[in-house]
C-alpha cells in the first residue's frame, strides 16, 4: 500500500509553527493560558499519528521517512505535551528541555538534507529543518527571558519564517501531488 501524506504533515506543521509564535509572542506572559491547548492538542495529534505511522511503516522512498516521519514524530510530542502542561497548569520548562534536544535533532536533518541534496527543493527544505529547530533549541532560553519582549518577537519571527518555508513546501506539494497521484489506483482495485 502507498500513503503520501507528507502534505498533511507540513501544513499540520505551519499551522502549530504559526500558533506557537503566536504563543511565545503574545502567550508566554498571558494570565489566559488555556485558550492555546486546542491549539497544541490538534497539532500534536495530528503529528503524533502521522508521524508515528511513518516511522512504522515507511510509506515513502528512502530517508524521507526519517527525515519526515522522527521529526514529526518530536514535533507532535511536544505539542502535546506543551496542551497537557497548560491545561494542568505546570511549568514548560521540561517541554522546553526536550525541545532542545529536538531542535537539535531538526539542525542536523536540515544540514544534512543540504549535504545530500535531498527533497526537490533542499535549500528551502534545509533552512526550513534548521529554523524550525532553532526554535526548539531556544525554547528554554525564552521561557527564562519571557519578560524580553525583543526576544520573545525575535523568536516569533523565526516561527512565521519556518511556517512560511513550510506553507510554500506543503502546498506547492499539495498542488503537485494531485497531479501525480490522480491516476494512482490502491492495489485490491487492481
Given at each position: 500500500m502507498f500513503i503520501d501524506y507528507i502534505t498533511l504533515?507540513?501544513?499540520?506543521?505551519?499551522?502549530?509553527?504559526?500558533?506557537?509564535?503566536d504563543y511565545v509572542y503574545r502567550g508566554l506572559?498571558?494570565?489566559h493560558q488555556k485558550q492555546?491547548?486546542?491549539?497544541?492538542?490538534?497539532?500534536?495529534?495530528?503529528?503524533?499519528?502521522?508521524?508515528?505511522?511513518?516511522?512504522?511503516?515507511?510509506?515513502i522512498r528512502g530517508s524521507f521517512n526519517i527525515a519526515f516521519g522522527e521529526t514529526t514524530v518530536l514535533?507532535?510530542?511536544?505539542?502535546?505535551?506543551?496542551?497537557?502542561?497548560?491545561s494542568l497548569g505546570w511549568e514548560l520548562?521540561?517541554?522546553?528541555?526536550?525541545?532542545?534536544?529536538?531542535?537539535?535533532?531538526?539542525i542536523v536533518v536540515g544540514i544534512r538534507i543540504l549535504?545530500?541534496?535531498?527533497?526537490?527543493?533542499?535549500?528551502?527544505?534545509?533552512?526550513?529543518?534548521i529554523l524550525t529547530g532553532l526554535a526548539g533549541i531556544c525554547a528554554a532560553p525564552t521561557l527564562y527571558?519571557?519578560?524580553?519582549?525583543?526576544?520573545?518577537?525575535?523568536?516569533?519571527?523565526?516561527?512565521?519564517?519556518?511556517?512560511?518555508?513550510?506553507?510554500f513546501t506543503g502546498y506547492l506539494a499539495y498542488w503537485n501531488h494531485l497531479e501525480s497521484f490522480q491516476k494512482w489506483v490502491p492495489a485490491p482495485m487492481r
Open positions: 504533515m507540513l501544513i499540520n506543521m505551519v499551522a502549530g509553527l504559526f500558533i506557537l509564535a506572559d498571558s494570565s492555546w491547548i486546542p491549539g497544541f492538542g490538534i497539532t500534536g495529534a495530528i503529528a503524533l499519528t502521522t508521524g508515528l505511522h511513518t516511522i512504522f511503516t515507511w510509506p514535533f507532535g510530542i511536544l505539542f502535546i505535551a506543551a496542551a497537557i502542561a497548560l520548562l521540561t517541554v522546553a528541555i526536550y525541545a532542545f534536544f529536538a531542535g537539535l535533532v531538526a549535504n545530500l541534496n535531498m527533497t526537490q527543493q533542499p535549500l528551502l527544505s534545509g533552512i526550513g529543518f527571558w519571557k519578560t524580553n519582549r525583543t526576544w520573545r518577537l525575535i523568536g516569533a519571527v523565526v516561527l512565521i519564517v519556518a511556517a512560511l518555508i513550510w506553507a
